[in-house]
């Protein structure tokens, strides 16, 4: 189902919904292995890079086969990285904002969840799967 257009292409909900939810499972993956390494004896920052790289690296399969129905390649896969870039800055400056203006570096970066989820999402469409 579409709604609105965006960019002049229809905006699908349900391919943002399956995004998301995408982006939910892979924030459980890369947490879930991150506590199993620490419970295991791992270092903190070992676990937070394995959880990392594990999670980014779902990431990008899911949002590759399911979300947009492409296949994999190292063009894309290089963008994908690009739009990973992109969005941690777009984090670390609002988180900066927050820090600056409100003394609340949280709020920096729930400001900025949906910030990079929307960004994350159209570039998938029309850059990164294009």
Same mark, same amino acid.
């Given at each position: 189902? !579409?709604?609105?257009? *965006?960019?002049?292409?229809?905006?699908?909900?349900?391919?943002? %919904?399956?995004?998301? /939810?995408?982006?939910?499972?892979?924030?459980?993956?890369?947490?879930?292995? *991150?506590?199993?390494?620490?419970? @295991?004896? %791992? #270092? #903190?920052?070992?676990?937070?890079?394995?959880?990392?790289?594990?999670?980014?690296?779902?990431?990008?399969?899911?949002? !590759?086969?399911? !979300?947009?129905? +492409?296949? !994999?390649? +190292?063009?894309?896969?290089?963008?994908?990285? =690009?739009?990973? =870039?992109?969005?941690?800055?777009?984090?670390?400056?609002?988180?900066?904002?927050?820090? %600056?203006?409100?003394?609340?570096?949280? /709020?920096?970066?729930?400001?900025?969840?949906?910030?990079?989820?929307?960004?994350?999402? @159209?570039?998938?469409? #029309?850059?990164?799967? %294009?």
């Amino acid at each position: 189902m !579409t709604d609105a257009k *965006m960019g002049g292409a229809p905006f699908d909900r349900r391919q943002f %919904a399956v995004f998301l /939810a995408g982006g939910a499972l892979c924030a459980l993956i890369d947490i879930g292995l *991150m506590q199993l390494l620490l419970s @295991l004896g %791992a #270092h #903190h920052a070992a676990a937070a890079s394995a959880g990392f790289g594990a999670g980014l690296m779902v990431n990008y399969v899911f949002h !590759t086969r399911v !979300t947009f129905g +492409a296949s !994999t390649s +190292a063009t894309n896969f290089a963008r994908y990285l =690009a739009v990973i =870039a992109v969005n941690y800055l777009i984090t670390l400056a609002c988180v900066a904002l927050a820090a %600056a203006f409100l003394d609340n570096p949280l /709020a920096g970066k729930l400001l900025s969840l949906p910030l990079v989820a929307i960004n994350g999402y @159209l570039l998938g469409k #029309h850059w990164i799967y %294009a």
